[in-house]
């Protein structure tokens, strides 16, 4: 079992930023992908970006390229998602998610483990 603890949300302007941090306890293994989702209000859930703890591999939505960044803090084993330059359309619950594979996907079903999300808004 993984458990999965995200923080870092909250209200911001456009145009500003924020750091979302997944804190990840349990069993976990090097070779694990961790990614972020976001969920907006009557919307579907869908792909942010995904990296491996060993900090390659990563993948981002077009939607965010350019303006969100994550990394991965091996000793604390955290991800983080930097997110500068955020818009309106940003708003949403993120969410942290790992999966048992090295494989790169952006479906929600291959993903095993899950956060209970932390809420973004982004106000214009």
């Known amino acids: 079992q993984v458990q999965l603890v995200e923080s870092g949300g909250g209200l911001v302007q456009a145009g500003d930023s924020l750091r979302l941090s997944c804190a990840a306890s349990g069993r976990t293994f090097s070779s694990d992908t961790m990614a972020w989702f976001r969920q907006a209000p009557g919307k579907e859930r869908e792909f942010v970006v995904s990296?491996?703890?060993?900090?390659?591999?990563?993948y981002y939505a077009d939607s965010v390229k350019g303006r969100f960044t994550i990394s991965t803090d091996n000793a604390k084993r955290t991800v983080y998602l930097q997110m500068n330059s955020l818009k309106p359309e940003d708003t949403a619950v993120y969410y942290c998610a790992s999966k048992r594979s090295v494989i790169i996907t952006t479906s929600t079903g291959e993903y095993d483990y899950w956060g209970q999300g932390t809420q973004v808004t982004v106000s214009s």
């Open positions: 990296i491996r703890w060993s900090g390659d591999s990563t």
